[in-house]
Structure formats: structure tokens, C-alpha cells
T-cell receptor, first 112, second 114 residues
Framework: GENVEQHPSTLSVQEGDSAVIKCTYS??????FPWYKQELGKRPQLIID?????GEKKDQRIAVTLNKTAKHFSLHITETQPEDSAVYFC???????????FGKGTHLIIQP | NAGVTQTPKFQVLKTGQSMTLQCAQD?????MSWYRQDPGMGLRLIHY???????DQGEVPNGYNVSRSTTEDFPLRLLSAAPSQTSVYFC?????????????FGPGTRLTVT
């Protein structure tokens, strides 16, 4: 099956700085790469996603980049704010009915 | 729309007891799934369904049963609870019949098995 590795497990940055979280995957047939944000005690919520025919996608302060050759993708958050503090999960989909395989998560801490 | 709803929010079971976690969605999504979330493990797929009457196993199906008699409802049954099933359970639905689209998660059920 698909194997998704996510790094780092914890990331602490100063408010206003940028944060980058990376994920690698194993199945070259994978074609859907979403990122979810989960605040403490809440449900995961989609913040951005990308499909395999696109290399980069931006939405205000967040962006996702995809390198299909190397089988890795990254989440970039610029001008970080206190409300960005949360756990972020990458996920990978292969277009089949077996849904998404999630990474183990990154705890992002924004230092004031 | 209420989106995806789950009941109960919290549950404590004794080893060997059975129970059903309820999940419902009002978005007319064909695809529904159950995940469990354990500390440091991310979300792992238990079972999924691509439509009424169709279910299949995910990554960690042992000890759980599901059924899908309607588009709206997708209950998860624990047959004989074990401490290893202590977890937070999330139900999700997606407009993508294949599951490779945005997953809308319910609020979760926190289950403790003693």
C-alpha cells in the first residue's frame, strides 16, 4: 500500500516567519495531495490541495508545491500568525475508492 | 446544512461490550468513510463506502463492522470492544465517489475502552 512520510513532527517558528512542512509518498500512481489543519479538539479541515497535473498552487498565505519525479510535496505558510498554530496533516490519494493515506502530522507552534 | 454529524461525542466502554457509533451527512455525498486517530499516528482508514449497499475494508478493519443502507447514514459497530480500540473516531464524506476529493469530517467520537 501507499506509505506517506511527513517531516518534521514538530515545528516552532517566530510569528511573521515562514513555515515549511514536507511529505514524501511511495506510489507513483498517486494523483491527489491535500493538506488538512486540525486545531486542538477539533475536526481536520482541508486548507489546500493539489492534483498531479499542477506543480504549485497558492491561496493567500499558503501554498503547496509538488515534485512528482521525486515523489514529494510541501506546504508553505508565509507571514505566520498565532492562529496558524495547529497540527497539519498531509495526505495522498490514488484516485481509487480506498480514499486517502495520511501522514502522521506536524505540530506547528507560532512563537510570539 | 448540518454537514457531517456524529453521536455520541464521548463514550466509555468496558472490554467485551459492543456499541454503534452513528454518522450521518446531509450533503448527498456518495462516498463515506471512517477513520481512527491515535496520538502520533495520523488518521487511519477503517472502512469506506462508495454508495448505499456497498462497503469495503480500509487499512485497519479488524474488530469493526459497517453497513450502508441509505446514502445519509454510515454507522460503525464495535463487536467486542478492546483497550486497543481506545481512540478518536472520525466519520467523513466526500463528493468524489472515488474518495480522492475533499473529505468533510464529522466532529469526532472519543472512545475509551477500560
Amino acid at each position: 500500500g501507499e506509505n506517506v512520510e511527513q517531516h518534521p513532527s514538530t515545528l516552532s517558528v517566530q510569528e511573521g516567519d515562514s513555515a515549511v512542512i514536507k511529505c514524501t509518498y511511495s506510489d507513483s500512481a498517486s494523483n491527489y495531495f491535500p493538506w488538512y489543519k486540525q486545531e486542538l479538539g477539533k475536526r481536520p479541515q482541508l486548507i489546500i490541495d493539489i492534483r498531479s497535473n499542477v506543480g504549485e498552487k497558492k491561496d493567500q498565505r499558503i501554498a503547496v508545491t509538488l515534485n512528482k519525479t521525486a515523489k514529494h510535496f510541501s506546504l508553505h505558510i508565509t507571514e505566520t500568525q498565532p492562529e496558524d498554530s495547529a497540527v497539519y496533516f498531509c495526505a495522498v490519494g490514488r484516485g481509487g475508492a480506498d480514499g486517502l493515506t495520511f501522514g502522521k502530522g506536524t505540530h506547528l507552534i507560532i512563537q510570539p | 446544512n448540518a454537514g457531517v454529524t456524529q453521536t455520541p461525542k464521548f463514550q466509555v466502554l468496558k472490554t467485551g461490550q459492543s456499541m454503534t457509533l452513528q454518522c450521518a451527512q446531509d450533503m448527498n455525498h456518495e462516498y463515506m468513510s471512517w477513520y481512527r486517530q491515535d496520538p502520533g499516528m495520523g488518521l487511519r482508514l477503517i472502512h469506506y463506502s462508495v454508495g448505499a449497499g456497498i462497503t469495503d475494508q480500509g487499512e485497519v478493519p479488524n474488530g469493526y463492522n459497517v453497513s450502508r443502507s441509505t446514502t445519509e447514514d454510515f454507522p460503525l459497530r464495535l463487536l467486542s470492544a478492546a483497550p486497543s480500540q481506545t481512540s478518536v473516531y472520525f466519520c467523513a464524506s466526500s463528493y468524489s465517489r472515488q474518495g480522492s476529493g475533499e473529505q468533510y469530517f464529522g466532529p469526532g467520537t472519543r472512545l475509551t475502552v477500560t
